[in-house]
């Protein structure tokens, strides 16, 4: 329901925001808990699928790539990932009954990676030099974009985009969320004095690319046969549901204020 949508979303945008504001110690536990709540709910994902996916393997790869990338002078990464994947190997091979060894290894191993890397550059963006600034521009760019397609689409959505992998996202609707994404950009960036080239790149960049990011989970969802990845939050469905958009985002504007910018 959209009460609830609404409802869920004034609740924790202020958490998210503070903990945003504070950074450091309060940025890196929020994000632990959210990736790993998204990762249980991406195992159970596969699990509907019928494969015996452990989330342990998973999950110790996405928390080692965010502690590596909130602390890189203690080394995690390699030794880290080594031990993890042939733990996950070895564990494998005592399954005696099961009949998709190789899948029930490699799928939580891929999303783990998948969610850790991308997971990651949260925390390597937010401690960029006016990492802040940044922080709150990806996501308020991203929610901007999400709510125009949201609603564009609610109400004037009639052409599907992608209906093999999303049935509701429509073109009426990814076209919303463009120009509210590029509107909040440009604002944005004038707001915070980041360039009018850098508003415009990246209010193209964003609503563009990020609908990719929400239409990899819904190609996980449709294989099992789920709608949401989980109910966690009313209105929006799990954890996973709500960051699909921004793991690409907090990719985009890192390399974009790495490369282009410069820090």
Not at 110 to 119: D, E, K, S
Not at 129 to 149: E, K, Q, R
């Amino acid at each position: 329901m959209l009460s609830h949508r609404i409802l869920s979303a004034v609740i924790l945008i202020p958490l998210v925001a503070l903990m945003v504001y504070w950074g450091g110690i309060w940025f890196l536990l929020l994000i632990l808990i959210v990736f790993g709540i998204a990762t249980w709910e991406y195992v159970s994902l596969i699990r509907k699928g019928g494969y015996r996916a452990p989330y342990l393997f998973a999950l110790a790869i996405v928390w080692l790539l965010i502690f590596d990338a909130y602390h890189p002078a203690w080394g995690l990464a390699r030794p880290g990932l080594a031990l993890t994947l042939a733990l996950s190997l070895i564990w494998q091979l005592f399954q005696q009954n099961s009949t998709t060894s190789t899948e029930d290894w490699g799928l939580p191993i891929a999303g783990g990676l998948y969610l850790g890397w991308f997971g990651a550059h949260f925390i390597l963006l937010r401690a960029l030099d006016n990492g802040l600034v940044w922080m709150a521009y990806a996501l308020l760019v991203i929610w901007a974009t999400d709510s125009g397609a949201y609603f564009v689409g609610l109400t004037w959505g009639r052409h599907k985009m992608w209906p093999r992998w999303s049935p509701g996202k429509t073109w009426e609707g990814t076209l919303g969320g463009l120009v509210a994404g590029l509107v909040v950009a440009m604002l944005l960036a004038w707001w915070f004095r980041l360039g009018i080239w850098s508003g415009l790149a990246l209010g193209l960049l964003i609503p563009t690319l990020t609908p990719f990011g929400d239409l990899a989970i819904s190609m996980i969802k449709r294989r099992v046969n789920a709608k949401d990845s989980g109910h966690i939050i009313p209105g929006h469905g799990g954890f996973l549901d709500r960051i699909d958009s921004l793991l690409f985002t907090a990719v985009i504007v890192y390399y974009y204020v790495l490369w282009i910018v410069g820090v």
